[in-house]
């Protein structure tokens, strides 16, 4: 199946992919949505003629999920980037958060502040989970995933390292596309462990490419990894990293000033297309 947050009529929807149209699922949101014991038969038995639809063409997606409880997301976990970035293979993933203010929908403007010079793109496949679960291990942690979607990280790179502690970097307001769509693993190759292709432009220009079998911790080892930590709770997002092509890692760097249009996109996941607006200070 295929999931998302329309929004419609000044409020959202959670709905599900049929061929052309969208099918509403009768909750406000998928974070909703998969807060309930039967949130995939519900989703699977909702047809269009007993529920209200909408045309595809032209939707306005909301994050997919609007208010995770958190968003906890992966650093240096691509081979490609983190030889770009000079760093040895890590021993264990590399964990940072985001909060709900940061995200946003699947074509919503990126804002870009003004205190930064160094704003940077990172596309990402990204976890969403489906059940509550702690300590979780093999066939729990993979029954944990609802699904997949994408996630663009992006990141103020001189407030990331003005100290040795990321999240200065990562957690800008309205900053982080997500989105469009959770496809669950049923519909991906490799299920709960896909390999999928991933790419991210910037007017055009493909700036990442790679897959996601570059992956050095799977998403079946994150939950397991993450879910040790803390709990995760349905509707959670786990972001498991960005691939080598980043601007920073460029001679010289490259970064986003404005007006740029920018494409994230995964292999059966969809398409984040965003342009990058300068933020008005207050």
């Not at 329309?6 to 974070?31: E, F, Q, Y």
């Not at 942690?141 to 100290?163: K, M, S, Y």
Request: hydrophobic share 40%; proline share 6%.
């Amino acid at each position: 199946m295929k999931l998302a947050t329309l929004r419609t009529g000044g409020t959202t929807k959670a709905v599900r992919l049929d061929g052309d149209i969208l099918i509403d699922l009768g909750v406000p949101d998928v974070g909703t949505l998969l807060g309930r014991d039967d949130w995939a038969g519900h989703a699977a038995a909702a047809t269009a003629g007993n529920s209200g639809t909408y045309p595809a063409e032209g939707a306005e997606y909301a994050p997919v999920v609007p208010q995770p409880s958190k968003v906890i997301c992966v650093g240096l976990n691509y081979r490609t980037h983190i030889t770009e970035m000079g760093r040895d293979l890590p021993e264990h993933p590399t964990l940072f958060a985001k909060f709900a203010d940061s995200l946003i929908g699947a074509g919503d403007d990126i804002l870009r502040p003004d205190e930064t010079e160094q704003f940077d793109w990172e596309v990402e496949l990204a976890v969403v989970i489906g059940k509550r679960v702690r300590r979780a291990r093999g066939e729990e942690a993979e029954q944990a995933i609802a699904g997949f979607t994408v996630l663009n990280d992006i990141t103020c790179r001189d407030w990331q390292f003005r100290t040795r502690e990321w999240l200065q970097g990562k957690m800008w307001d309205s900053s982080t596309p997500v989105g469009p769509f959770l496809v669950t693993p049923d519909e991906l190759a490799g299920g709960v462990r896909p390999a999928l292709d991933v790419r991210l432009t910037v007017d055009g220009e493909v700036m990442q490419s790679d897959t996601t079998a570059d992956l050095l911790f799977d998403p079946v080892a994150l939950v397991e990894y993450v879910s040790t930590i803390t709990r995760l709770n349905p509707g959670d997002i786990i972001a498991t990293g960005t691939p080598g092509g980043v601007g920073h890692a460029r001679k010289p760097g490259r970064y986003l000033l404005g007006g740029e249009s920018v494409v994230a996109e995964i292999d059966g996941l969809g398409r984040l297309e965003n342009r990058v607006v300068k933020e008005k200070s207050a």
